[in-house]
Structure formats: structure tokens, C-alpha cells
């Protein structure tokens, strides 16, 4: 497949142009072996392939971040390039199987797709980060332990339940280390100084309101 | 901790509810969870109170009428959901369910809180269970949303985010999310563009909506509503959104507040990579942000500098001339900062922005050796100084030895990143040893000689028990394979196969096959080398590379009794690999009497005494055990007809194992068997010649047609195949044929010299081609004007190259006598193609092809103009030009083809997306066109486009037969 930029020709086709013709002159097996049946499907998928093939810019990026249990339960995903809920769902599956079976001492990446997802283990929670073949997979590490990092000092040693009950607490904070898969901030304290900044904000607000919005926002 | 909908008719005077609920949230958390998650009592304390827990889950006093009373508790405060796990907890209460069952009915009961729905999911034992609870969150989310119901709307959305983790379809939800960002309060707005990012993607329409909001959001003065909007518009932003936000965010470039700054810096980035064009307008703002002190804001500045550069050249040289001392500077403050207690990460400052200015150095030094001098010294200071015992240095050093690689660096530097690489090399972290490797095949280009020194280093991790680690080795290895080391390699590879893991075998096979082929000097070591494989590895060996050891085998006169011996051997050990026994199947067949009489044998073999029965033996072993696949069986009952004329003593014993085989169940077999045994009884007197041994199979002609088949299509290969059965030249059809053109197999056993079994077979369309061919060339082909069908059915005949025939006919020779002369081969072919005879050859000079009007409808017309390079004739350049014939400009224009699979197709970009109303804008596109039958077939393509009028999805597809001949 050759993609450029959004503009994508389908594989070298089996097409019907040919095929079509062969099949209404003689039908034989032996021409039958060569018949090139056109695949529709493939027209079909092709604006799929086309508006994917912008992740296969060469842009180096982090592509989306999930959270798995040891379990293979989905704790947080998070999607910088455009993946379809089908294809989501997908991917959680082939990830999950690919890592949640790897030993305890191998290395932290694996090859999958032509992308790299390189994923760290924190107790029973697995951090998985997609990006691409040429980027830097140790510092991916690192941005992985500094996520880690300021969601132990927000949620005070944080634990898998925490991310499960508050998992738009998780989110908010992902949402100021990383923007459009590009690291964001490497200082934890200017995270954790924005967070608390906007969770005050709600909290203000939330006193503002009346008794019933009160009651609903503490119930979030 | 108020419960929300509070039924007050249900609550009995008693006991306060605190502790019941909390009762009622253990019974929620199933026993596993407690093991793993110590901190269960959190939950509890969250909840208020610290109550008993029984090992079983339940209260320590668990009669019916407690329980009861319990759950009355619990149902005043807590959700269904969880109600009903309970129920089902406490088997014996059958009141619990009695209750659970009211409180279904119960139309107050919807209203759960985030954390209650949660818990109630996490309760659900099976995913039947599991699905029921969403569903009715689901219905109930629903209905408030079609009530409109405000006050919930948020909690609602947060459910959705939940449900929408655990893959549950939420798009009913969507326009909430746009409801809430719309609201004036930040709380609202937050959970609302929330919402935004996680249930929607950029593909869904909803999202056009929310381009107004965000505008809006990005003009408000709180920094923090803006940053939300920021992080949005980065993360999920569209084309469209792109184009219509970006002056805002360029304007928000420019603010003070730095939380702001790099937002809109990323958010920036996001907008080049959905529309490069805009890249210039954000030129100036990203090099005064690398100007800024403030380390998120650098970070985000120099990313989008990087990604600056990678869109527009003007961009990188704006850069290299504006910021590279800047650009020094920075990355020698903070490589030589103290201590800095914010950034610090195992004693070294903010390995983030080091790693992204190394990172837009390795830009602006590509190719600029102006650039990479200056650089040179800061390089070498950061490559040498960096402690390299943690994560965070290593990181740093990779990064650096990536840039120091990628740009033109002084050769001392080069060194230093190469040792560092070998540090890396032999480092005991897998994960260095990883990117160890993978950076040795970047270096490999630039430096092969020192990537050697790590051979025995690299061959190890082939070995290792990491996948990854081994994948990487594996392609390194074969980068770093030569004439000289080919031996050693090899031979440490293919004793690894031997232990390898099950499922490494099939990439490990696949490249000693691919080293082997590529650097075989001498045919013996080759043939050793893939018998070897194929006894290991054969079941992993692909079709065209067992193929291909055939065809060398057949062009080897000297070595085929070694081969067929060899083999003989190798298959008493290994008769389980099938590529191995298709193999000796086929030598058994063709050279079967070399075995028994020992000819041609060379001074290394032991000597091995076989008997004409043993190979009919193996023949026999073959057909009765590969019971599954009918293409060993159909080649051995070929292998044994060919074997009943060369051992008179055994025919008797095939044609019983012949006739057995007359009433398989395989179609094929039965065919083949029946036809077999006709020939065996009938047609005594035609059988020798007609099993003649195979005349040499054309090597070059056969290397040819592989490449191009594999090129044009991976997948077609094996169908691909029986086009070689009908040519005059031989391939490997005998043993090579998926089972549909058993026919064909003993027609062109024999179609150079016997006419005759030609003529009982019953396709004309063979006799068209191979008699015709043959004896009459200027007859019976004479509708030679060249139509698509007609062309296509005959190329299939034609030889794959003209001046492949005499070639072949000399090599013919030693063997059967040849009837056609290769100048009738020409003829025939020019003929047949229906082209002038000059048309096709090579290096002719260029003809001009007129330019067509390959597509028009009412509302788009498609020009294309052709040109071709004159010394290759197959590739052809087509400019096709887009003309918008409607009164409504077009965007997102997006054309699509699709070839025949004989024709590779290359698409380069088109020169916009946008095409303007009634012919007033155009929009070329390149696209390269490399036909491998060029001269035999003549090109078609199918079209399609795509684009929006008015937002509209529009799609229009035609097929284009007009191409002027000779393309």
C-alpha cells in the first residue's frame, strides 16, 4: 500500500477489468486458475485505508496510550490518531494478548503492526504506549514512569482502584502531560499545580450552585 | 455522601443507614479484587465508616430477617445493581430477590450514582451479567437524555465515558457532550470535552459541530477553559476544524501565560499534520517559543519546530539559520544545569527537552554540513558525558547516536556513537540490547565495517528468548550477511533452527532461505544448504523457494544424483516437512534412476545401496500418508507413472497403486489416476516419450516471472502459477500446479515434439496455443487486431521476454530435440500482440502518447497526458488533470485506483484537495504506472473519486479502456 498524505492508491489490484472479460469467453479451469476476481471489499475499505493512512505519516507521535489489568480489563485508552470503535476494540484484544503474556524479564517492547508499543507493568496495571518503529522507546519509558509518577502524588500512592473510581481523574491528568501525542509538560509539580488549579475551580463552582447541583456534582 | 433519589417510603426507623451501605459496597467487591487491591478499605473509608469484614463478604450475622432488613437499607441508597448481586451472593435470601425484583419495578431506581454503577459492574459475575447492567444504565441514560434532563447530564456523560471503556456503543451520547460544552460553567465544560475526546473521533460529522464552541472557548479570558479547548482541538481535531481554529490558535501562541503557550504550540502541531499548508503561518511564532525559559512551553516549541521542518524545507531553513546557535545553547544549559529539584529525573535535568532538541538538531543537520559542524562539538559533549547507568541517560545517548547518524558528522563523532552502540550491545537491560540492534541497522548504512566487529555479539541475540530481541537480531543479520561471512552465518542460523521456538521458525526459515538464494556462489552449497532447511524447517518454506531450488536442481546436470539421493536420506528422517517431500517427490520422479544406479557420484557421499521397490516406496509412503494435502499426492502420482517407464520391473506394482487410487474421493486424484491408468494400459507405445524426463526449466525466465508475480501480488501467487503451464518455454509446472489444470501437466510434458497427446485432449484452447504455436503460426490466430480477451489469452502462451527464446533453445539441446526455431517465436509473439513489431522492443526511441480524456461525467472531467523515460519502456508517468465541470466547488477530493495485478501503481500526491467550481481551478497528480507485461497486455484502470460538495459525500467511479496502445 502506498500512502501519501491522505492519498492512497489500493494494493496493486486483482481487477475485474480482466477477469470479467476472461470469464465471458471461456469458462475453463484452467483459465479459471488465473481469474482475478475483484475485490469489492477492497473499494469498500478503501476510504478506511485512506483516512488511516494519515497515521502512517511519518510524524513521530504517540498514537494511543491504553491501560490494561493483569486481567486484560481496559482501565483508560486514549486515542491520538483516528482509530474506529471497531478497530479500537481490536486492538485492546491483539495488545492484550500480545502482552499480558510476555515474561516478567523481556524487554518492554513489542513489534506489532509495524508500530512499537512499548508498555511498562505497574502492580497489576499494564501502561501501553503505541508509537512509531523509529521513535525513541526509552523515552517513551519515561514519559510512561512520569505519568505514573504525578498520578501517585495526585491520588497519594496510587493504586488500581483509585484509576477505576476516578478514572476522569486519570484522564484530566493525561489530558496535561500529553496533547495530540506529544509530551506536554515535564515538570510534575506544573501538572499537579494545573490539576489542583482546576479541581478548586470545580469545587468553587460547585459551592456557587444550589443545594441540587451540589448534590450532583458531588455524585460525579 | 447523600444519596441522590432517597425512597423514603422504603426506609424503616432503625438503625442509621451509614454503615448498611457501606455493608452493601463490600458485598460489591468481589474477593479477588480485595487480594490485589490492599487498599480496599479506602473504599470504604471513602464511603464513611470502617465496618467488619467476614472472610466470606457477608455480615457477621447472616440470618434471613437481617439480611433482609440490611438490604432495605441498602436499597434506600444503592443501586440496582449491586441489589441484585447481592441478592444473588446471599443465595438463601430468597426475600433479597423478591426485593431486587421490586425495586426493578421501581422507576426511581435509574438514577445511580457514577461510583454505584461502577461498583454494580464490577459486581457482574459473567458478561451476560455485565451486559444486562449497562443496558439498563444504558436505556436509562437514554430516556433522561431524551427528557433532557439537565441536572444529571454530566453524570450521565461520565457513565458513558465508563461504559464506552468497556466497549459498549455510546453514540447516542454525543450531542450530549456538545450540550455540556456549550454550558457556560468550567465544570460543565470539563467533563464535557471530555466526553468530546474519548466517544467521538474525527471521522464522526458530530464533531463539525463543536468548531463554533471551541471557538467561543478559545476567545474566553479563564486560561484553564482555554486549555481545555486547546486540548481538544489537539487531540481530536479534523481537517476542517484545522483550517477554521488555526488563526485563533496562532493568536494563542503569542499569550503570556505559558499553560496556554504550549498548548496552542502542540494543538499547533496537530493542525500542520492535518494541513501542512498552514505550516508557514506558524513559522515565526514556533521560533520565538524556543527563545522561552518556561521548560513545558521549550518542549512544545521545539516539537513543533521538528514538526515544522519535517512539512516544509522553507520551514528547516528558516530554522537552521535563525535558532541552531539558540538551538546550542539550550541543549548546553541544560546538559550542564545544576541540580534542578522540578526536572530532574535520576540526576539528570529534563531528559524530555534534551531528547526533543537533539531530536531538531538531527533535522536541521540532515544534509547540511554547515549546520552539522556547529553542532559537532555539543554532539560529542552530550554523547560523551551522559552517565549512562538509568533509563533516562540511556534514552538520551540513543537519541543522540540517532542524531549523530543522521546527520554528516565529523567520523570521530561516528565512533563515539558506534562504541556507544556496543556499550549498549552488551548492556544485561533487554531493553538497551533492543534499541542496541535497532540502531545497528541505521548504522549498518553508514558504517558497516564497525557494525561486523559485533557479529558473534548480534548472532547471540538471535538466540535470545525475547521475540522482540530476536526479530530485531534476525533482520540485522541479514543486513550485515556478505560474500564473505555468508558460510558461518548461514550455518550458525540453520544449526539455531534446530532448537529454535515453534513459532520463531517461520521468520527464521524465511530469511536463511532469502540469504541463501542471495548469496549462493556454488550450486552445491546451495542445494546442501536448503535441503538442510527444508529437513528443519519445510513446512515453513514458501512455494516459490521450493520452486526455485527445482528449477536449480534441474539446471544442474552433475548434481541431480546427488540431489535425488540426498534427498532419498533426508526424507528417511524428515518425511513430516512437507516442502522437503514435495521435493524429493519430484526428484524421485525425474531422476529416480540416478538413485538406484548411484550415478554422477560425488566424493563426499557415502555410498547407499537402494533398490528400485525402496523409491517406489517412498512414492507409495507419500501418497497413503498425506492423506490432507493433494498436491504432494497428485505430484506423487505423477512421480510414479514417470517411475513405471523408467523401472520396468516395478509397473506392475504402480498401476495396482495407480488403479487404487481411481476411485479417490479427491477429485483431483481421481482424475489424475484414471488418466494415468489409460495411459499405462492404452497407450503403451506413446507412454516413454510421453514421460520423458523434464527438458531444463528456464532459470532466468522463471527468476523473472517470480519477482513480477511477488511484486504484483503476494496473495495471487499460487493462482498465478498455471499461467506458465501453456508456455513452450518449461517451468516448473509438473510438480508446481494447484490442482485445476491436471491436463495441462501432461501436455506440456511433451509439447515440444509429440503432437499427438495434444490431440486427445479436448481443449481447444490448449491446441490454440501449443499446436498452434508450434506448427502453425500463421494459421488460426489470424484475428490478430488485438482486443483485450484475445491479447490476454495469448500473452498467457507467450514467453515472458523475446530475447529469453534462443537462449532457451540452446540450453534445450543437450536434451530433447527441439522443433520450433526461435525466430518463429517472434513472429508468432509479434502477431499475437497486435503490435508493431518495434513497439515492443526496448530502447526504441521515445514515442509521444497522445493525451486522453480518460473519464468525463457531468460533473468531473479527467485528462491524463502521458511521458516515458526511453530506457524504460514499461514505466509509464501519467499527469492527470481534475476539472470540477458543476457550479459547486468540491473539497476533500480524494482519487482512487486500482489496476490489473500485472501493473504496479504509484500514487503521488495530489497538488490539493480543493477543487473549484464550473472549471475554474484544477488539480494535478502524478501517477506512476509500471506495467510488467508491458508489450503483451495493454493497461486498464479503474477510477474512483471521492469528495464532499456542500459536506456532502459524493463518489464517482468509471473505468478507463482508452489508454493509446503501447503503455
Known amino acids: 500500500?502506498?500512502?501519501?498524505?491522505?492519498?492512497?492508491?489500493?494494493?496493486?489490484?486483482?481487477?475485474?477489468?480482466?477477469?470479467?472479460?476472461?470469464?465471458?469467453?471461456?469458462?475453463?479451469?484452467?483459465?479459471?486458475?488465473?481469474?482475478?476476481?475483484?475485490?469489492?471489499?477492497?473499494?469498500?475499505?478503501?476510504?478506511?485505508?485512506?483516512?488511516?493512512?494519515?497515521?502512517?505519516?511519518?510524524?513521530?507521535?504517540?498514537?494511543?496510550?491504553?491501560?490494561?489489568?493483569?486481567?486484560?480489563?481496559?482501565?483508560?485508552?486514549?486515542?491520538?490518531?483516528?482509530?474506529?470503535?471497531?478497530?479500537?476494540?481490536?486492538?485492546?484484544?491483539?495488545?492484550?494478548?500480545?502482552?499480558?503474556?510476555?515474561?516478567?524479564?523481556?524487554?518492554?517492547?513489542?513489534?506489532?503492526?509495524?508500530?512499537?508499543?512499548?508498555?511498562?507493568?505497574?502492580?497489576?496495571?499494564?501502561?501501553?504506549?503505541?508509537?512509531?518503529?523509529?521513535?525513541?522507546?526509552?523515552?517513551?519509558?519515561?514519559?510512561?514512569?512520569?505519568f505514573v509518577e504525578i498520578l501517585d502524588r495526585y491520588f497519594g500512592s496510587v493504586c488500581e482502584l483509585d484509576l477505576i473510581f476516578n478514572f476522569h481523574k486519570a484522564y484530566y491528568i493525561l489530558d496535561e502531560i500529553l496533547i495530540a501525542g506529544e509530551l506536554q509538560e515535564s515538570s510534575k509539580k506544573a501538572v499537579a499545580r494545573l490539576i489542583a488549579a482546576q479541581d478548586s475551580l470545580v469545587e468553587t463552582a460547585k459551592e456557587e450552585a444550589g443545594s441540587i447541583s451540589n448534590m450532583i456534582s458531588q455524585s460525579i | 455522601m447523600i444519596p441522590d433519589r432517597p425512597v423514603r417510603s422504603c426506609r424503616p426507623a432503625g438503625p442509621a443507614p451509614e454503615p448498611c451501605r457501606s455493608t452493601a459496597c463490600v458485598f460489591a467487591i468481589p474477593p479477588t479484587e480485595k487480594r490485589e487491591t490492599p487498599r480496599h478499605n479506602k473504599i470504604a473509608r471513602w464511603l464513611g465508616s470502617n465496618p467488619p469484614i467476614s472472610p466470606h463478604g457477608l455480615p457477621p450475622s447472616s440470618d434471613r430477617d437481617s439480611l433482609a432488613q440490611i438490604s432495605i437499607f441498602a436499597l434506600a441508597s444503592s443501586p440496582f445493581g449491586d441489589l441484585a448481586s447481592l441478592a444473588r451472593s446471599g443465595a438463601q435470601g430468597r426475600a433479597l430477590e423478591d426485593l431486587a425484583a421490586a425495586l426493578a419495578m421501581n422507576p426511581f431506581s435509574s438514577g445511580t450514582r457514577l461510583r454505584d454503577m461502577i461498583r454494580a459492574i464490577r459486581a457482574c459475575k459473567t458478561a451476560a451479567e455485565e451486559r444486562a447492567v449497562v443496558r439498563k444504565e444504558c436505556a436509562a441514560i437514554r430516556s433522561a437524555i431524551s427528557e433532557n434532563d439537565q441536572d444529571y447530564r454530566h453524570r450521565n456523560i461520565a457513565k458513558l465515558m465508563f461504559i464506552h471503556m468497556?466497549?459498549?456503543?455510546?453514540?447516542?451520547?454525543?450531542?450530549?457532550?456538545?450540550?455540556?460544552?456549550?454550558?457556560?460553567?468550567?465544570?460543565?465544560?470539563?467533563?464535557?470535552?471530555?466526553?468530546?475526546?474519548?466517544?467521538?473521533?474525527?471521522?464522526?460529522?458530530?464533531?463539525?459541530?463543536?468548531?463554533?464552541?471551541?471557538?467561543?472557548?478559545?476567545?474566553?479570558?479563564?486560561?484553564?477553559?482555554?486549555?481545555?479547548?486547546?486540548?481538544?482541538?489537539?487531540?481530536?481535531?479534523?481537517?476542517?476544524?484545522?483550517?477554521?481554529?488555526?488563526?485563533?490558535?496562532?493568536?494563542?501562541?503569542?499569550?503570556?501565560?505559558?499553560?496556554?503557550?504550549?498548548?496552542?504550540?502542540?494543538?499547533?502541531?496537530?493542525?500542520?499534520?492535518?494541513?501542512?499548508?498552514?505550516?508557514?503561518?506558524?513559522?515565526?511564532?514556533?521560533?520565538?517559543l524556543l527563545k522561552e525559559k518556561h521548560h513545558g512551553v521549550l518542549i512544545a516549541g521545539v516539537q513543533l519546530c521538528t514538526d515544522l521542518c519535517k512539512v516544509s524545507a522553507d520551514a528547516s531553513n528558516y530554522l537552521r539559520k535563525n535558532c541552531t546557535e539558540g538551538l546550542v545553547r539550550l541543549l548546553r544549559d541544560v546538559s550542564n544545569s545544576p541540580y534542578a529539584p522540578e526536572y530532574d529525573i535520576a540526576g539528570i535535568t529534563d531528559p524530555f527537552l534534551h531528547i526533543r532538541l537533539l531530536r531538531l538538531m538531527r533535522m536541521l543537520g540532515q544534509g547540511d554540513s554547515d549546520t552539522s559542524e556547529y553542532i559537532n562539538d555539543i554532539l560529542a559533549q552530550v554523547a560523551s558525558k551522559t552517565e549512562s547507568n538509568k533509563n533516562a541517560g540511556n534514552a538520551i545517548l540513543y537519541e543522540c547516536v540517532e542524531t549523530i547518524m543522521g546527520i554528516e558528522a565529523t567520523s570521530g563523532l561516528r565512533v563515539l556513537a558506534i562504541n556507544i552502540l556496543g556499550r549498549f550491545l552488551s548492556n544485561r537491560d533487554n531493553n538497551i540490547r533492543y534499541v542496541a540492534l535497532n540502531m545497528l541497522m541505521k548504522a549498518v548504512a553508514v558504517d558497516s565495517q564497525a557494525v561486523q566487529r559485533h557479529r558473534t555479539t548480534i548472532l547471540e541475540c538471535v538466540k535470545d528468548s525475547d521475540a522482540s530481541i530476536r526479530k530485531r537480531a534476525l533482520e540485522l543479520v541479514f543486513l550485515l550477511v556478505n560474500d564473505t561471512n555468508v558460510k558461518p552465518l548461514t550455518k550458525e542460523l540453520i544449526d539455531y533452527l534446530e532448537v529454535s521456538d515453534q513459532d520463531f521458525k517461520g521468520d527464521l526459515t524465511a530469511k536463511i532461505c532469502l540469504i541463501v538464494e542471495k548469496f549462493s556462489q556454488e550450486k552445491k552449497w546451495y542445494i546442501d544448504q536448503m535441503f538442510k532447511v527444508l529437513s528443519l524447517g519445510g513446512n515453513f518454506v514458501k512455494d516459490d523457494v521450493w520452486h526455485a531450488l527445482i528449477v536449480a536442481i534441474s539446471n544442474a546436470p552433475d548434481l541431480q544424483g546427488y540431489s535425488v539421493r540426498s534427498l532419498y536420506k533426508a526424507f528417511q528422517t524428515s518425511s513430516e516437512q512437507v516442502c522437503l517431500v514435495r521435493v524429493t517427490v519430484w526428484c524421485i520422479g525425474e531422476y529416480g534412476e540416478m538413485l538406484v544406479n548411484n550415478v554422477g557420484v560425488l566424493e563426499v557421499e557415502e555410498p547407499m545401496t537402494v533398490t528400485e521397490s525402496d523409491a517406489v516406496d517412498v512414492l507409495e509412503a507419500c501418497l497413503t500418508r498425506y492423506s490432507s494435502d493433494i498436491a504432494t499426492r497428485s505430484m506423487s502420482l505423477i512421480a510414479l507413472l514417470k517411475l513405471s517407464s523408467r523401472f520396468p520391473p516395478t509397473s506392475e506394482r504402480i498401476k495396482d497403486i495407480i488403479t487404487v487410487h481411481k476411485g479417490s474421493v479427491a477429485l483431483e486424484l481421481q482424475q489424475r489416476a484414471i488418466e494415468f491408468n489409460s495411459i499405462i494400459q492404452r497407450h503403451q507405445n506413446i507412454k516413454s516419450s510421453l514421460v520423458e524426463r523434464m527438458p531444463v526449466l528456464d532459470e532466468s525466465a522463471y527468476i523473472g516471472k517470480r519477482t513480477s508475480s511477488s511484486q504484483a501480488n503476494i496473495v495471487a501467487d499460487k493462482s498465478s502459477q498455471p499461467s506458465s503451464t501453456a508456455t513452450t518455454l518449461k517451468f516448473p509446472n509438473g510438480v508446481a500446479k494447484p490442482p485445476a489444470a491436471p491436463l495441462v501437466d501432461l501436455l506440456d510434458l511433451s509439447a515440444d515434439d509429440t503432437p499427438v497427446p495434444s490431440s486427445t485432449s479436448n481443449d481447444f484452447l490448449h491446441d490454440l496455443l501449443g499446436i498452434g504455436l508450434t506448427n502453425s503460426p500463421s494459421s488460426g490466430t489470424a484475428p490478430s487486431g488485438g482486443t483485450d480477451i484475445l491479447m490476454d489469452l495469448l500473452s498467457i502462451g507467450t514467453p515472458v521476454q523475446n530475447d529469453t527464446a534462443p537462449k532457451v533453445v540452446s540450453s534445450n539441446q543437450g536434451f530433447a530435440p527441439t522443433t520450433k526455431p526461435a525466430p518463429t517465436t517472434s513472429q508468432v509473439m509479434d502477431l499475437l500482440d497486435g503490435l508493431p513489431s518495434n513497439g515492443s522492443l526496448p530502447g526504441s526511441q521515445t514515442p509521444v502518447y497522445p493525451s486522453i480524456t480518460a473519464f468525463e461525467s457531468s460533473t468531473l472531467r479527467i485528462m491524463f497526458s502521458f511521458t516515458k523515460q526511453p530506457e524504460k519502456p514499461h514505466v509509464t508517468e501519467i499527469h492527470v488533470t481534475f476539472v470540477n465541470l458543476s457550479s459547486e466547488a468540491y473539497t476533500d477530493f480524494v482519487f482512487q485506483a486500482a489496476v490489473p495485478k500485472f501493473v504496479q501503481l504509484h500514487l503521488d500526491p495530489a497538488s490539493s484537495n480543493q477543487l473549484a467550481a464550473s472549471g475554474n481551478g484544477t488539480i494535478t497528480q502524478t501517477l506512476t504506472v509500471t506495467n510488467s507485461q508491458h508489450g503483451q497486455k495493454a493497461l486498464a484502470m479503474r477510477v474512483r473519486m471521492v469528495y464532499k460538495v456542500n459536506n456532502q459525500d459524493k463518489s464517482e467511479q468509471g473505468q478507463i479502456n482508452n489508454f493509446p496502445p503501447g503503455l
Request: charged share 25%; with cysteine; proline share 4%.
Open chain 1, 1 to 146: 500500500m502506498v500512502v501519501h498524505k491522505g492519498h492512497i492508491t489500493f494494493r496493486p489490484l486483482r481487477s475485474r477489468i480482466i477477469a470479467a472479460v476472461k470469464s465471458s469467453t471461456h469458462q475453463h479451469k484452467f483459465l479459471a486458475g488465473i481469474e482475478i476476481s475483484f475485490e469489492v471489499s477492497d473499494l469498500l475499505a478503501g476510504r478506511a485505508i485512506g483516512k488511516r493512512g494519515e497515521r502512517n505519516s511519518r510524524s513521530k507521535m504517540i498514537h494511543f496510550v491504553i491501560l490494561i489489568s493483569r486481567q486484560g480489563k481496559v482501565r483508560l485508552t486514549k486515542w491520538y490518531s483516528p482509530y474506529q470503535q471497531k478497530e479500537r476494540s481490536t486492538v485492546i484484544r491483539e495488545l492484550s494478548g500480545l502482552i499480558l503474556t510476555r515474561g516478567p524479564k523481556l524487554c518492554n517492547f513489542v513489534e506489532w503492526k509495524g508500530y512499537k508499543v512499548v508498555y511498562r507493568r505497574y502492580a497489576s496495571l499494564y501502561f501501553c504506549m503505541c508509537i512509531d518503529p523509529d521513535d525513541n522507546e526509552l523515552e517513551i519509558l519515561e514519559i510512561i514512569h512520569h
Open chain 2, 166 to 288: 468497556l466497549g459498549y456503543p455510546t453514540h447516542f451520547g454525543q450531542m450530549e457532550c456538545l450540550k455540556l460544552i456549550a454550558a457556560s460553567g468550567f465544570p460543565e465544560k470539563r467533563i464535557g470535552y471530555l466526553g468530546l475526546m474519548l466517544l467521538l473521533d474525527e471521522r464522526q460529522e458530530v464533531l463539525m459541530l463543536v468548531t463554533n464552541s471551541l471557538k467561543q472557548d478559545l476567545n474566553l479570558s479563564n486560561q484553564y477553559i482555554v486549555g481545555l479547548a486547546l486540548c481538544a482541538l489537539g487531540n481530536i481535531c479534523s481537517a476542517e476544524m484545522a483550517r477554521d481554529l488555526a488563526p485563533e490558535v496562532e493568536r494563542l501562541l503569542l499569550t503570556r501565560d505559558p499553560n496556554i503557550k504550549k498548548k496552542a504550540a502542540l494543538c499547533s502541531i496537530r493542525i500542520i499534520r492535518k494541513v501542512p499548508d498552514l505550516a508557514e503561518n506558524f513559522l515565526s511564532p514556533a521560533a520565538s
